[in-house]
């Protein structure tokens, strides 16, 4: 319940910063199974929310570990199930001069298997980092090694490895475009070996592929229902209502994100966090008012309603047709 309401939130909110999110072989998506996605990383945690929207099932997502020094961060992954992981830049050596710590990913590994075991699907960013790059940054063998062991140790049928390539037309500029290209799946039952390095480099290739060709522009139309019919109008007066209770509240979050920002990776996530924040507040402040002037909580109900569609369509009003 919770997942569904914040991929819903998400999904409006994504497109209230972008213009257009396109997808490229939704039909490639497996609707079942253990299934391992691997995701180019750009855009920090857009680049999760984006996948989250995608996906038609539930995913568990994968983080850095340090994120859960944060307390609030901390309980948030808790809610929402996510693994966080440990990369080799996240540990410090030791003062008598050991070696990292090999095993200080056994625990989450052994959560994401167990996971694949009850037919999971897990979001895993192979690159181990955001990056600003136009190009793909070589892979950890993380994804490939959990992949051989599930298929090898833990003798879980089925497993599949998802490549989708995530390609922004300007990550950090409100009103552009994204491109969501979904590869063909890795079918780890014909994969014909347990070399982690060989599996990595496949993964590569295909992430390669997805996600360095750039952005696809397109001549596509609006759907545009004819002006005259009462679905467009309401659509329309929808959309109208949501942009004027929420732009302003848009326009704050956008201008605290823009200050609050040290790099590329950052508008497009903190906008978004922002203005679901104050969007939510701002919620609270006029249902109260509503309530207060009319005292009566069916008008109340009704007029959150009206905020909630305002928020959708404001969103959806104008998107491309596809074929």
């Given at each position: 319940?919770?997942?569904?309401?914040?991929?819903?939130?998400?999904?409006?909110?994504?497109?209230?910063?972008?213009?257009?999110?396109?997808?490229?072989?939704?039909?490639?998506?497996?609707?079942?199974?253990?299934?391992?996605?691997?995701?180019?990383?750009?855009n920090a945690l857009v680049d999760s929310?984006?996948?989250?929207?995608?996906?038609?099932?539930?995913?568990?997502?994968?983080?850095?570990?340090?994120?859960?020094?944060?307390?609030?961060?901390?309980?948030?992954?808790?809610?929402?199930?996510?693994?966080?992981?440990?990369?080799?830049?996240?540990?410090?050596?030791?003062?008598?001069?050991?070696?990292?710590?090999?095993?200080?990913?056994?625990?989450?590994?052994?959560?994401?298997?167990?996971?694949?075991k009850n037919d999971g699907a897990v979001?895993?960013?192979?690159?181990?980092?955001?990056?600003?790059?136009?190009?793909?940054?070589?892979?950890?063998?993380?994804?490939?090694?959990?992949?051989?062991?599930?298929?090898?140790?833990?003798?879980?049928?089925?497993?599949?490895?998802?490549?989708?390539?995530?390609?922004?037309?300007?990550?950090?500029?409100?009103?552009?475009?994204?491109?969501?290209?979904?590869?063909?799946?890795?079918?780890?039952?014909?994969?014909?070996?347990?070399?982690?390095?060989?599996?990595?480099?496949?993964?590569?290739?295909?992430?390669?592929?997805?996600?360095?060709?750039?952005?696809?522009?397109?001549?596509?139309?609006?759907?545009?229902?004819?002006?005259?019919?009462?679905?467009?109008?309401?659509?329309?007066?929808?959309?109208?209502?949501?942009?004027?209770?929420?732009?302003?509240?848009?326009?704050?979050?956008?201008?605290?994100?823009?200050?609050?920002?040290?790099?590329?990776?950052?508008?497009?996530?903190?906008?978004?966090?922002?203005?679901?924040?104050?969007?939510?507040?701002?919620?609270?402040?006029?249902?109260?008012?509503?309530?207060?002037?009319?005292?009566?909580?069916?008008?109340?109900?009704?007029?959150?309603?009206?905020?909630?569609?305002?928020?959708?369509?404001?969103?959806?009003?104008?998107?491309?047709?596809?074929?």
């Open positions: 319940m919770i997942y569904r309401a914040l991929r819903w939130i998400t999904g409006i909110a994504l497109h209230w910063f972008y213009r257009d999110i396109r997808v490229v072989g939704r039909e490639r998506i497996p609707t079942n199974g253990p299934l391992l996605i691997a995701v180019n990383h750009w929310l984006l996948v989250g929207w995608v996906m038609p099932r539930r995913i568990t997502m994968t983080a850095k570990a340090t994120l859960v020094d944060n307390p609030l961060v901390a309980v948030l992954f808790r809610i929402l199930g996510v693994v966080p992981l440990r990369r080799v830049s996240d540990e410090s050596r030791k003062k008598d001069g050991l070696p990292f710590d090999r095993a200080r990913n056994t625990v989450a590994f052994r959560e994401i298997l167990d996971l694949l979001l895993i960013f192979p690159e181990g980092k955001s990056h600003n790059a136009t190009a793909l940054e070589p892979l950890k063998t993380g994804l490939a090694r959990l992949a051989l062991q599930a298929r090898d140790n833990r003798a879980i049928s089925g497993v599949r490895i998802l490549p989708i390539g995530v390609v922004f037309d300007s990550k950090a500029t409100p009103g552009s475009l994204v491109d969501i290209r979904i590869g063909e799946a890795i079918e780890m039952e014909s994969w014909p070996n347990s070399d982690a390095g060989t599996l990595t480099l496949e993964v590569a290739a295909r992430l390669r592929a997805l996600s360095e060709c750039g952005v696809i522009r397109s001549e596509e139309s609006p759907v545009r229902l004819p002006s005259r019919s009462l679905k467009r109008l309401l659509i329309t007066m929808a959309a109208w209502w949501g942009r004027l209770t929420h732009q302003p509240s848009i326009q704050v979050a956008r201008s605290l994100a823009l200050r609050q920002s040290r790099d590329a990776d950052q508008p497009a996530m903190l906008t978004i966090m922002f203005a679901t924040g104050i969007v939510l507040l701002a919620y609270v402040l006029q249902i109260a008012v509503v309530g207060m002037l009319v005292r009566s909580f069916w008008v109340s109900v009704i007029y959150l309603v009206s905020l909630l569609g305002g928020a959708y369509w404001a969103a959806f009003e104008n998107q491309p047709r596809r074929s």
